[in-house]
């Protein structure tokens, strides 16, 4: 197991635009018209790096998931994002960073082991992609792999409700109440080897449904 070499927050400028935005539009949002509720914001750790792993049902997951935990998350986002000028420069000091999704991508996953150095925590949803009933039912290694390389622990977070927040067919997000609950850090894998990483994605995956099926 290598282990890092850490900053303990992200970067400043990063952090200023965290602030900014989470205080003048996504907070606000979350609270008056979906009426979150978030449980275990404590469990949060307040400095160093980790990894978030959640389940994953909307597009808006991100900002929300961000926003509850109350610090910066660096996620991947699709690489066509970076091809716009204006658009590249602002999700880029918002913790995005590229990747290709018609392939494995090597460079996504430099990428994010370069934001844990920077003092970032990194999201990464467990199963990859959206499910229809925003539980984990196919988990993958990745946030396992990274874990065990770089010996961060992971930070599960459930999130109830999104799959209703963008409806078939329209362009306005539905005003439905969202539950964010966020769990206990789990400790890296002791090892790389497969069962390892198998069984702290089955730890990620378990924890992050107990909480969902706790609901509202």
Not at 34 to 48: D, H, L, Q, S, T
Request: proline residues 7%; contains cysteine.
């Amino acid at each position: 197991m290598t282990q890092l070499t850490k900053r303990e927050r992200e970067p400043k400028s990063s952090l200023l635009l965290y602030h900014l935005l989470k205080w003048s539009l996504v907070s606000p949002v979350l609270h008056t018209y979906f009426r979150v509720k978030i449980y275990g914001a404590e469990n949060v750790p307040a400095k160093g790096s980790f990894i978030v792993v959640s389940n994953h049902a909307s597009n808006l997951d991100p900002p929300i998931l961000s926003s509850a935990i109350g610090r910066p998350v660096a996620f991947m986002a699709k690489e066509e994002l970076f091809k716009i000028p204006i658009l590249k420069n602002l999700i880029k000091l918002y913790g995005a960073y590229p990747v290709n999704r018609t392939s494995a991508d090597r460079q996504a996953i430099r990428s994010a082991i370069a934001a844990l150095e920077q003092g970032w925590a990194i999201g990464i949803f467990l199963e990859g992609t959206r499910t229809n009933d925003a539980k984990v039912n196919d988990p993958k290694l990745g946030a396992a792999l990274i874990a065990a390389k770089f010996g961060v622990g992971a930070l599960p977070v459930s999130l109830w409700g999104t799959e209703k927040v963008l409806k078939k067919g329209s362009n306005f997000p539905s005003m439905v109440p969202l539950t964010i609950r966020i769990g206990q850090i789990i400790p890296p894998p002791g090892s790389n080897k497969k069962e390892d990483l198998l069984k702290f994605t089955q730890d990620c995956a378990n924890s992050i449904n107990h909480l969902h099926d706790l609901g509202r």
